[in-house]
């Protein structure tokens, strides 16, 4: 058994999406050879938190938790902000909204001085803490998840240092995303040459989504593609609870995740309204269930709603009870933010929906990755966001099928087996395995060397 260094800033308690890779990473990695070692923070700002997560952390692996200095506190009280008011429903917009003059103050800070992220904080307790880590369990791998972007540059300073092998993991792309801050041209060429030089210097790439890599290769052509390895994400059937069916008397659709900015129910909302005023639906035997956390614009677009007696909004719930919603429901919602980047963008929980086995309506591009996603597995169907009547016709379509009795939902059981997340864990220790034996044979240390336990 090998030790490889995980850094993460997102881990139980923190919640949401993001944390349910490194968290199956972890469970699943000692089952292929790697003992995890997790470097965290130990007063992380998360968006939302799930403390039932922390029981599903191994108790044999050590977790270490850093303080960091986290600015949102600052920046609620500037805004007049409740302390427990989510940063990222709130603060991400389409461009198209207005922002008040505070708001434009804030973000120029963010793109001015948060380089490469509002994490950056972390460096100066997470290098410390990561030396004393290799030292103590002779550590032979860091492995890093990103964002935030401040945890790759922790690995990268490791990885200076003691000459370990390096893959450097990204759920995300790192600047000119649809969360990059707009920096002015002298942070933004900062920021670019700590893109470049992490993915330059990691011995492996790992990428959540294909899109990733092919950002990546585009805005740097010097780097080699083959360093690119593409995981996806996943999920867990053993993580799924026993769920009653869903209810007959409705028809239930389901969203869950955070909503806000370019990710809004706009197209679905005009679909259902359309149908509904042409009497192809009855409201009446609609039920909208929308769990998670949402922005200030989709509230209003729930209350303007004709059909808003349909919808039931619950706030952020356990990962289980998220999964068990699912399971009680007809049929799934997903949506895609609108940004150049849609084609590409591959949200880690519509593998969640596969698993749980419900047909997926995907408002997405309709030549995307997502829809490659849905074709493989037989998952559902996609319409772009401003193809109104085609959301419409899909809605209607499974609506007829629900009030008659029929099922012509036919998933892809083999193609969808290929997700569990145990598989994504395999192909990680793979990577891992051979930067260990690399590094091995060309018994390389860095500037710093760290003698053996």
């Known amino acids: 058994m090998q030790n490889v260094l995980v850094i993460a800033y997102y881990f139980p308690p923190s919640g949401g999406p993001g944390v349910q890779r490194v968290l199956k990473h972890i469970q699943y990695l000692p089952e292929f050879g790697w003992n995890p070692v997790v470097l965290t923070v130990a007063n992380g700002d998360f968006p939302a938190r799930d403390e039932s997560l922390l ?3 191994p108790p044999d692996i050590h977790v270490e938790r850093v303080r960091i200095f986290e600015p ?6 500037f805004m007049g902000a409740g302390s427990a008011t989510p940063i990222d429903v709130n603060v991400i917009k389409k461009e198209s909204q207005q922002r008040s003059v505070k708001e434009r103050i804030a973000e120029w800070v963010r793109a001015t001085f948060f380089i490469p992220d509002a994490r950056v904080g972390w460096l100066l307790t997470g290098v410390p803490a990561g030396m004393r880590l290799i030292r103590r369990f002779n550590i032979h791998a860091i492995y ?3 964002p935030p972007y401040t945890a790759s540059l922790i690995a990268r300073r490791l990885h200076r240092k003691t000459g370990l092998p390096w893959v450097a993991g990204l759920r995300d792309p790192w600047t000119d995303f649809l ?5 002015w041209f002298i942070p933004k060429a900062i920021d670019r040459h700590l893109e470049h030089s992490v993915l330059k210097e990691a011995d492996a790439v790992e990428c959540a989504w294909q899109g990733i ?3 990546a290769l585009r805005k740097y052509p010097d780097l080699p ?3 690119f390895h593409h995981i996806p994400n996943g999920f867990d059937s053993s993580d799924f609870p026993s769920a009653p069916p869903p209810d007959g008397r409705r028809f239930t659709i389901t969203y869950t995740g955070s909503m806000y900015g370019r990710r809004n129910p706009a197209g679905f909302f005009a679909a259902l309204e359309s149908l509904i005023g042409r009497g192809e639906i009855d409201p ?3 039920h909208l269930r929308f769990v998670g956390r949402f922005g200030a614009e989709v509230q209003e677009m729930f209350a303007a709603a004709s059909f808003r007696d349909a919808i039931e909004q619950i706030g952020y719930v356990p990962h289980e009870q998220s999964v068990a919603y699912l399971q009680q429901s007809h049929a799934l919602l997903l949506v895609v933010d609108e940004a150049k980047e849609s084609e590409e963008i591959v949200p880690g929980k519509v593998y969640e929906y596969i698993g749980v ?9 309709e030549d995307s990755a997502i829809a490659g996603l849905l074709q493989e597995t037989g998952g559902g169907s996609v319409a772009h966001q401003s193809n109104v009547e085609g959301i419409a016709a899909i809605i209607r379509a499974w609506y007829l099928d629900w009030s008659e009795g029929r099922q012509h939902y036919q998933p892809k059981l083999d193609a969808i087996g290929r997700y569990e997340r145990r598989e994504a864990a395999r192909s990680l220790a793979t990577l891992l395995t051979k930067g260990a034996e690399t590094g091995s044979a060309a018994g390389s240390r860095g500037e710093d060397k760290v003698p053996e336990a």
């Open 179 to 183: 969360t990059t801050p707009s920096r």
């Open 72 to 77: 949102y506190a600052l920046y609620r009280s």
């Open 357 to 365: 086995q419900r047909p997926i309506l995907a408002v997405a591009p």
């Open 144 to 146: 890093s998840s990103s």
């Open 55 to 57: 029981a599903k952390v």
């Open 284 to 286: 009446r035997m609609l």
């Open 225 to 227: 593609p083959a360093k």
């Open 213 to 215: 890599r092919k950002d």
